[in-house]
């Protein structure tokens, strides 16, 4: 109990991204087909268009990786009190967010570059909070 109450915002925020990227990753597992199509349909007119299947992949590879560590991290956070594996996750939580900032960026998406901009606040400040 002393870890969880020691590290409540840290593991708020783990929850936060946990589902977050859950989410994201099934959803892009179970929606290929209609994720790719509305994505290069989104790149159509940028430097990126040729390249949407294996940015849809690393993007959900990304996600996804990031979820489990911030998974474990959780666990290991909450009863064994150690972080490191959170912060690995927070920091591949924030690597995947920019990866998406800079695709909203690139189709000039720019409510879709705000709307990651709010989730990235979160996860760099939980990498503030589990920095040793």
Known sequence: MENILNNAAAILILLFLIITFFQSGIDKIIDWKG????????????PLKGLVPFLLA????????????????????????????ALYGAILSC????MLLFG????????????????????????FLLQP
């Open 35 to 46: 994720n790719l199509g509305w994505l290069q349909g989104h790149f159509m007119d940028t």
């Open 104 to 127: 909203q960026r690139i189709a000039k998406d720019y409510d879709g570059a705000r709307t990651i901009a709010i989730y990235f606040i979160p996860a760099v400040f939980l990498v």
């Open 95 to 98: 690597i995947a967010l920019l």
């Open 58 to 85: 690393t993007i959900l590879l990304a996600e996804m990786i990031a979820a489990v560590l911030c998974t474990v991290g959780l666990y290991q956070l909450i009863f064994i009190g150690e972080g490191t594996i």
